[in-house]
């Protein structure tokens, strides 16, 4: 079964948007996290990691997907 080309190019383009709406997301929570009295033990400073983490795999599922697409 051959690779549909455009469905793996419109995944990719659907990571992208995903992974700058996480980091948008995760910059909030650092804001918010600034502005508790200890930042580092702030529940938001927890919360930010999480999403960190996410985006990262979500780049990480993009450059497989890009993978994909040069070797064919």
């Known amino acids: 079964m051959p690779i549909d080309a455009e469905r793996i190019e419109q ?3 659907d990571l992208d948007t995903l ?3 996480l980091a948008d997301v995760a910059l909030d929570l650092l804001h918010q996290a ?3 009295p ?3 033990a702030s529940p938001s400073a927890r919360d930010e990691k999480l999403v960190t983490r ?3 795999s979500v780049e ?3 450059t497989l997907l890009r993978q994909i697409e ?3």
Do not use: T, Y
């Open 11 to 13: 995944l990719r383009a």
């Open 19 to 21: 992974s700058e709406q």
């Open 34 to 36: 600034m502005r508790d």
């Open 38 to 40: 200890d930042p580092k």
């Open 54 to 56: 996410a985006r990262r």
């Open 60 to 62: 990480k599922a993009d």
């Open 70 to 72: 040069a070797s064919h």
